[in-house]
């Protein structure tokens, strides 16, 4: 239905725009959506390149999906992810609180990713006593770290994406775990720029567009590397905070307002 309704709008002579925020083509197994809209469905990974080569424009969020859907697509522009100061909860004080709270929030595609800081967390949780374990979204995740006391974890339910930013104010450390897979390559910096937003400093994966955001936390690739960025951060205040306002200063570069001459110049260079 979805062919018929471009084919539609082609013949129609409209313009079509196809946005990008995800590799379908590198779904990894694990992933909920292999058997669907994934490699294990090649009906519908073809239904994805036909719409891509019907469109005039493809957006993408990031340069390594451009690379890899740039043979379907006509044209493709890279555009960013970014937010907007119209949601007063982005910059609404965070919950008064004596706890330290090492956060993490994501959906149950990510529950293998979780897995590559782990052992990290639980030590440093278990080593810090003022420190708690911030998991939003996922009950699995949270369950999956039960060696800590549930008076040393926290666990919120998904937000709608307007109330996101309140949930992002209970973490003092955001975890950005990701796998070095093809799938997740392709990923954009949306969690790092939500985290700088609210100033968050972060514990990050290294690929390609966390290195490429750069601002406002720190790297980990190996279970000690997660252990010894945490306790770093967990003991030293003052880098907390200069990287949280790092991280605030390279979001202001993201926010809607600047985004939007781009948008506007890429319509109106369809006509």
């Not at 979780?114 to 374990?133: W, Y």
């Not at 998904?158 to 930013?165: G, I, S």
Request: proline fraction near 9%; include cysteine.
């Amino acid at each position: 239905p979805l062919l018929e309704a471009l084919g539609v709008c082609v013949r129609a002579g409209k313009r079509i725009i196809v946005d990008l925020d995800d590799d379908f083509h590198h779904l990894p197994p694990d992933h909920p959506g292999y058997s669907h809209v994934g490699p294990g469905n090649p009906q519908s990974l073809r239904a994805l390149e036909a719409a891509i080569a019907q469109a005039d424009l493809l957006t993408v969020a990031t340069p390594v999906l451009a690379e890899r859907y740039r043979q379907f697509a006509k044209r493709v522009a890279v555009l960013p992810n970014g937010w907007s100061r119209e949601n007063p909860l982005w910059d609404q004080p965070a919950p008064r609180r004596s706890t330290l709270n090492l956060g993490w929030a994501g959906t149950l595609t990510h529950r293998q990713d979780v897995a590559l800081m782990r052992q990290a967390v639980i030590r440093v949780v278990r080593e810090t006593p003022h420190a708690q374990l911030v998991i939003g979204a996922d009950p699995a995740v949270y369950e999956s770290f039960s060696a800590l006391p549930e008076s040393r974890r926290l666990f919120l339910p998904m937000a709608p994406p307007e109330d996101y930013p309140f949930l992002l104010a209970h973490f003092d450390i955001l975890l950005a775990p990701l796998r070095a897979n093809a799938f997740n390559e392709a990923k954009s910096d949306i969690k790092l720029l939500e985290a700088g937003v609210r100033r968050i400093p972060w514990v990050a994966s290294p690929l390609p567009a966390y290195r490429a955001w750069g601002e406002g936390g720190l790297f980990a690739e190996k279970p000690e590397d997660w252990y010894a960025a945490l306790k770093r951060l967990v003991e030293d205040a003052a880098l907390r905070k200069s990287l949280g306002d790092a991280g605030r200063a390279k979001a202001e570069t993201r926010e809607s307002a600047s985004l939007l001459p781009v948008w506007e110049s890429l319509i109106h260079s369809l006509h």
